[in-house]
């Protein structure tokens, strides 16, 4: 039995506790959402669940397929236990197909698909608003070493290629996903989620919009395309 200890951090869509192990932490998904920076605030009825449910299912094939990350197993219908990581403050965004903020930068229509995936990096800052930055700035600043950030770009496009691989046949195109990477005894270890608050989901025939644009965007149908996704992707 995890007993539920002090609270380290309250994020937008997570709660960290620490548990009777120093080596463990237990995360409490949340039904919070929130977008553009804090600025857009509500609440998708069953978030936590879903996310909880995906993430679980999806470190759990990853892990198996010899990715390395910081789950250690499902505790309850919101929570899950995983092992403590120094956090790197790079968050790293994998593209495959135009969307977002991609869009507006290059001035590209959604949807585009880009002839290989591109990968980008973010200064893990939420006072900042996480803004783009580049191997100079993660150098200077100290972020990581040269060695860590060679892993964390080879693990970040292996995880591309296993999810698109999964996802494929339930017909889910994955677009564009964030990945955030930690320290565990010197190793690089995949921490935080992978759900549709992260991912970008679209129905690979209709183009349907399955994760968190359809709040971000006013689209409607939010709980019932979060419980898709999880349909698809565990069979039930």
């Known amino acids: 039995m995890t007993e539920k200890g002090k609270k380290l951090y309250e994020g937008k869509a997570k709660i960290l506790y620490e548990t009777e192990d120093p080596n463990w932490l237990l995360v409490e998904f949340k039904d919070a959402a929130t977008a553009f920076d804090g600025k857009k605030r509500g609440i998708i009825e069953g978030k936590g669940v879903h996310n909880n449910r995906l993430s679980a299912f999806f470190f759990a094939y990853l892990t198996r397929n010899g990715i390395p990350t910081h789950y250690v197993r499902q505790l309850s219908d919101r929570e899950m236990l995983v092992r403590r990581l120094e956090i790197i403050k790079v968050e790293v965004v994998m593209r495959n197909v135009v969307a977002g903020s991609l869009a507006k930068r290059l001035g590209l229509p959604e949807g585009t698909v880009l002839d290989e995936p591109v990968l980008e990096h973010y ?19 100290r972020l990581a070493t040269e060695e860590e950030m060679t892993e964390i770009s080879r693990l970040a496009f292996r995880i591309n290629d296993l999810l698109r691989a999964f996802l494929s046949p339930r017909n889910l195109d ?63």
Not at 123 to 141: C, F, T, V, W
Not at 192 to 212: A, H, M, N, Q, V
Request: one cysteine or more; a negative charge.
């Open 174 to 236: 994955l677009i564009d996903f964030k990945l955030e990477f930690g320290r565990d005894e010197g190793k690089i270890v995949l921490g935080d989620e992978i759900s549709p608050d992260t991912c970008r989901f679209w129905d690979t025939k209709s183009g349907e919009r399955l994760d968190k644009d359809r709040f971000r965007r006013d689209l409607g149908g939010v709980e019932e395309a979060y419980q898709e996704v999880v349909r698809r992707v565990t069979g039930t």
């Open 123 to 141: 200064y893990k800052s939420d006072e900042l608003g996480d803004p783009m930055i580049n191997q100079y700035h993660i150098r200077a600043l």
